[in-house]
């Protein structure tokens, strides 16, 4: 078997990616999701960053706000048991407090589980720059078009007025001549 293989846990993508949400303008899990994950209680994985808080500055973790707490709460229909675990505002880590997670949390699947959500932040990443790319290309490609209508107007007024001198000189030469005539000149 190979190394990547054996890193691997069986965890759908989509049931992970169901549990990143963005708060504070950023994509964070939280420690009750995390925990069902690697296979621990809440408390257990709380207690691990409690003991290792210098490991898990501001950007890496934070407390959710009463505010935020209380909105995430209302955005999710919980059962009565479900609603014990949310008594006190969960803990949500970043991208980097997730992969910190992994020093102070050394189980073999809480390992696997990790390298799994490490790869999925990453590729959430990569589709994002991706994404970005493709819109920036995008807007180059409608600034040109602008451009080039704006020239194309530009070439139609200049036959306009080409098509309208010539009417006038078509005009000028078929017009019934007035004045002085010699003679053999109608």
């Not at 490991?55 to 706000?65: A, G, K, S, V, Y």
């Not at 059962?79 to 970043?94: I, M, N, Q």
């Not at 493709?134 to 600034?143: D, V």
């Not at 080039?148 to 309208?164: G, R």
Request: aromatic share 10%; with cysteine; glycine share 4%.
């Amino acid at each position: 078997m190979s190394k990547n293989k054996e890193d691997k846990i069986i965890l759908p993508d989509e049931i992970i990616e169901s549990k990143i949400f963005f708060i504070r303008d950023q994509k964070v899990m939280l420690d009750r999701d995390l925990a069902e994950l690697y296979g621990v209680e809440t408390k257990y994985l709380k207690r691990q960053v409690k003991r290792n808080i210098i490991r898990f500055p501001n950007d890496f973790m934070f407390e959710l706000t009463k505010e935020e707490f209380k909105e995430w709460r209302s955005q999710f229909v919980t059962s009565k048991e479900d609603k014990k675990g949310l008594r006190y505002a969960p803990y949500a880590f970043t991208e980097d407090g997730v992969a910190q997670l992994s020093t102070v949390l050394n189980s073999e699947r809480g390992i696997k589980v990790n390298l799994q959500i490490i790869r999925l932040f990453s590729r959430m990443r990569r589709m994002a720059l991706t994404h970005q790319e493709i819109l920036k290309k995008l807007e180059e490609i409608e600034r040109k078009n602008i451009e080039q209508d704006d020239k194309i107007v530009l070439i139609f007024e200049y036959l306009k007025q080409l098509e309208h001198a010539k009417q006038e000189e078509f005009t000028c030469q078929n017009r019934k001549r007035i004045g002085f005539k010699r003679t053999g000149e109608e």
